[in-house]
């Protein structure tokens, strides 16, 4: 199942978003009880607690690109890695393990946002790019995989889940009363509000 968290900030010191993100990722140890992973790049934190299902050995996360500039999180399983890899290495790159996740990192290095029309399968995932300084997340089409996210100003935090959010201790818990009129109503919040002020669900 994996759970994937981080936390973006460049006024925040390392040692606040390597906490709050520690924090997220132990909220979620149910979804990844086979270990867990943290890197900060820049004004970046982002981890993981990981589910070992391809290549167990070999599939640590947060997982770099050979030159340092792109470090990824990922929840799921790209169905069509293989194919993908073969592709990739007619294109030059090498790969060292035999898990989706190396294959689905060098997809986004090499092909950027035109790497989502290639994968077939479930997914969340953030990654990284320390030479831009900038942060690309995204969900598989039809939502199977939850991501998460609160945003105040020059701030981000995102997580697999909404306990994981506010297990950070930099996003309060405050209800959404749209969103209750909405669940009494319905009996559900449409997305992507959540039930909390601020806490909204990354569209697929």
């Known amino acids: 199942m994996c759970g994937i968290a981080g936390f973006i900030d460049p006024a925040a010191r390392t040692e606040e978003r390597e906490d709050a993100v520690r924090r997220m990722c132990s909220a979620m140890v149910h979804r ?14 982002i ?20 030159d340092g500039r792109h470090t990824l999180v990922f929840n799921g399983a790209i169905y069509n890695f293989r194919a993908l890899q073969l592709e990739l290495e007619s294109l030059g790159w090498t790969f060292r393990t035999r898990c989706d996740t190396e294959v689905l990192l060098a ?5 950027g946002e035109g790497a989502l029309g290639r994968l077939r399968g ?17 969900r598989d089409p039809f939502g199977i995989k939850p991501l998460y996210f609160s945003r105040d100003g020059g701030r981000l935090l995102f ?9 950070s201790g930099a996003v309060a818990a405050e209800i959404d009363p749209v969103s209750v009129a909405d669940y009494l109503a319905w009996l559900a919040v449409p997305a992507p509000r959540t039930i909390y002020r ?7």
């Open 107 to 111: 997809a986004l290095a090499h092909w």
């Open 159 to 167: 997580a697999s889940e909404v306990s994981a959010l506010l297990a």
């Open 47 to 66: 981890g993981m607690r990981r589910l070992a299902i391809f290549d167990p050995a070999n599939g640590h996360q947060p997982m770099v690109t050979p």
């Open 32 to 45: 990844g009880p086979d270990e867990s992973g943290m890197a900060s790049r820049g004004s970046a934190t």
């Open 122 to 138: 479930m997914f969340a995932f953030a990654i990284w790019d320390s030479a831009e300084e900038s942060l690309f997340a995204a």
């Open 198 to 204: 601020g806490i909204l669900s990354l569209q697929p």
